[in-house]
């Protein structure tokens, strides 16, 4: 029997900006709540609890805002038992699960964080340097490395093609686990101007799973780049760690072929 909303009257509502991104399919879902590190589960969980100092409430996740430079960051939309729709970080839903939820939350957290960040540091007494010390010899500057310059990415989605590199694991603070992931490699954006990313990388789905990829497949595919670097697995075997960088991430991959 579900739980009546009675509380809807204490809830604050921030309602999307606009349209928002729907689910594909049950797949997608899967997807998106293991990468929001919310469930990992093979059933996907339909129902959380919205707490805060006034309610303890049921909602369901509607959708989600993409936003960012590249759109990798994302706002979740929730629905109420009442039908009324807002947003909330991922990260904060996630925290609301918690049977300690209340004690102290994530916004306390980082109004500490920013406290500490402005207090002014604690000023040190100088002490005269004896007469007869030697002077500290000037240390040489170092040559800065010269950084490659930033590439402009496109914000909408594009074509792309690319080879699989290699296989990876990636550490997953949501969820506190290692997520397997396709390093790819000489990946370009086909356009007028081609731009070439080198290294890129993306979540080995449920989708790409059915393709049996192996290093060397040669593919095309459509998807959204974002510039999020691959984090390390946490203590996984050698072959699944990359050993460059990996600086772009790909979004939801679509009509891929296999070459």
Known sequence: MPIQDTQKDLTQYIPPKGEYESFRDEDHYKEKLKEWG????????KEFWYKDRNAKR????????????NGELNTLVIEFQDGKVSCIHPAYLKEMQSGSFGKESLLTIEEKEITENTEPAPVKKETAQKADSPKPKAKEAKPKKEKAPKLELPADKVHFTAT???????YNPFNEENDEVVVLENVQIVQDNPLDLGLA???HSKTLKKFELAPGDSLEFDG??????LAKGKDVEEEFLVDEPVLYKVNNPSKIVKK
């Not at 919310?38 to 969980?45: G, H, I, M, R, V």
């Not at 049921?58 to 430079?69: D, H, L, Q």
């Open 58 to 69: 049921i909602v369901t996740i509607k959708g989600y805002e993409a936003y960012g430079n």
């Open 201 to 203: 990388w993306c979540s």
């Open 164 to 170: 699989v590199k290699q296989f990876a694991m990636t």
């Open 38 to 45: 919310l469930s990992s589960a093979k059933e996907a969980k």
């Open 224 to 229: 959204k780049v974002a510039a999020k670097k």
